[in-house]
C-alpha cells in the first residue's frame, strides 16, 4: 500500500480526520471528496445544532415549529432517536429535563453518527482509494483492495488521551466510542437523569456508524448494566472500559 | 498478556439489531431508520386530531414566533419513499407538537441480498502496556475525549500532524 494522506478541519465543534490511501489519496478528486464532506457537515450542522438559536431542531425544541416544518432529515434523526430510546429500555432519549426542569430536545447522540455515514458518502466515490474518515472519535472505515490490510483503530484509554487500550482492525464498518472522559458528564441515564455509575466508556465496532454510535451511547447510558445490553445482539463488536480502568471485549458473529 | 481472539463476520443482516427486543415498533423501525439514507423529495402529511382546530402545518407556513398549533395537535408526517443500498425504505412519525408518539414502518425492505457488502471486523486485541500503546502502529483512534480540548493532547492530533 502507498502513504497514508491525511487531512484535517473542525467542523460541528469537533475535529474532523481523514485518511486517505491508494489511487485518489492525493489528488484534486480527493480534495473535491474531502470539501463535499465536509460540506455535508457543515449543513447537517446549521439544521441540527443545539448551540445555534435558530437552527431548525432549536426552534423545535423551543415549541416554535413542528416537525413538519423541518427539513425531512429531522423527522428521520428523530425517528432513529426513538428507535434508540426503545432498544435501550430508555436509559438514551433525544429529550431530556434541562436545568430548570423543562424538556430539552438534544438530538445530538444521533445525529453525530448519521450525519458522518452521509459525509463519507463522496469518499465512497474514490475508486480504488481506502479511507477512515473520523468526526471527534468515531469513524467510518472502508478498504477497497481486497488485498489491502484493514485500517489499525486504536481505542483510546477514557482516563488518559495519550494512551490506547486496545487496537482493531476494520476493513469496512465503523467505531463509535461513547464515555466521559474530558467532556464532562454529557451522557446522563435518561430514565434516572443521573450520570451512569461504573463505567468509563464504550466502544462498539458495527456496520454502520449511525448504529455504532446509538449503540455505543445508549449502552454508556446504562452503566453497569452496559455489557450485558450490547451483547444481546450480534453482528457487532467493541469494548467496555469500567471505572476501575479494567477492560472488557464483547461481541459475537452475527445470527 | 494479550487477548488475540478474532473472528471474521461472514454475513451481514440489517435485521441484527432486532434480536432480543420484542417491540414490534422498534424492530421493524430499525430496519428502515438505519438505511434511510437521504430524504431529498417532499413527504406528506395528515392530521390525525387536533386542538382548537390547529393544523399540520405541513408547507412550513406556521409563524417562527410563538407556540404554533401543532403543540396541541397530533400530527404525522410521512416520510418519502427512499431508496437505499438496501431497497425502498418509508417511515412515518407521530409528534404531539413536541414529542414523537408513534413512529411507524409503512415500507422496508426483506432481502437479505446485500452480503456482497459484508462488512468483516475483528475483536478488539487490548493493550497492556504503555510501551505496546506507543507503538501499536495505529491510522486512527476512536475515543470519546475529542472535543477541542481533549484532541490536542490525543493520539489523534498526533497523528493528523504526522500527515501534514
Known sequence: ?255 | MRRISTWILSTLSITVLLFGYHTSTSGSATTAAETVISSSTSGSSTTTASGSGGNGNRNGSASGTGRSSNATSATTVTGSVVNTRYGPVQVAITTNGSAITDVSVLQYPHSNGQDAQINGYALPVLIQSTMAAQNANVDMVSGATFTSMGYRQSLQSALDQVGL
Open chain 1, 1 to 255: 500500500m502507498g502513504p497514508v494522506v491525511r487531512r484535517s478541519e473542525h467542523v460541528m465543534g469537533m475535529p474532523i480526520s481523514l485518511a486517505l490511501r491508494g489511487g485518489h489519496c492525493d489528488d484534486d478528486a480527493a480534495a473535491s471528496a474531502w470539501d463535499e464532506a465536509m460540506a455535508t457537515l457543515r449543513d447537517v450542522d446549521r439544521v441540527f445544532s443545539t448551540y445555534r438559536d435558530d437552527s431548525f431542531v432549536s426552534r423545535l425544541g423551543r415549541g416554535e415549529i413542528s416537525v413538519a416544518d423541518c427539513p425531512p432529515e429531522v423527522a428521520e434523526v428523530l425517528a432513529l432517536g426513538e428507535v434508540a430510546r426503545l432498544l435501550s429500555h430508555g436509559a438514551f432519549d433525544v429529550r431530556r429535563p434541562g436545568t430548570d426542569g423543562r424538556m430539552v430536545l438534544d438530538p445530538s447522540g444521533v445525529v453525530k453518527g448519521w450525519a458522518v455515514e452521509r459525509a463519507a458518502r463522496p469518499l465512497r466515490g474514490l475508486a480504488d482509494t481506502d479511507f477512515c474518515l473520523s468526526a471527534g472519535g468515531d469513524m467510518v472505515c472502508h478498504v477497497a483492495d481486497p488485498d489491502a490490510p484493514a485500517w489499525r483503530v486504536g481505542i483510546e484509554d477514557p482516563a488518559d488521551p495519550s494512551r490506547l487500550v486496545a487496537v482493531v482492525p476494520v476493513r469496512h464498518g465503523a467505531v463509535a466510542t461513547s464515555g466521559t472522559a474530558h467532556r464532562g458528564e454529557h451522557v446522563v441515564d435518561a430514565r434516572t437523569g443521573a450520570a451512569p455509575q461504573g463505567i468509563a466508556s464504550v466502544t462498539v465496532v458495527g456496520d454502520d456508524l449511525t448504529w455504532a454510535d446509538i449503540d455505543a451511547t445508549a449502552a454508556f447510558a446504562l452503566g453497569r448494566e452496559a455489557l450485558g445490553w450490547l451483547t444481546t445482539s450480534s453482528g457487532r463488536s467493541g469494548l467496555v472500559v469500567w471505572s476501575d480502568g479494567t477492560a472488557e471485549t464483547f461481541g459475537r458473529p452475527r445470527g
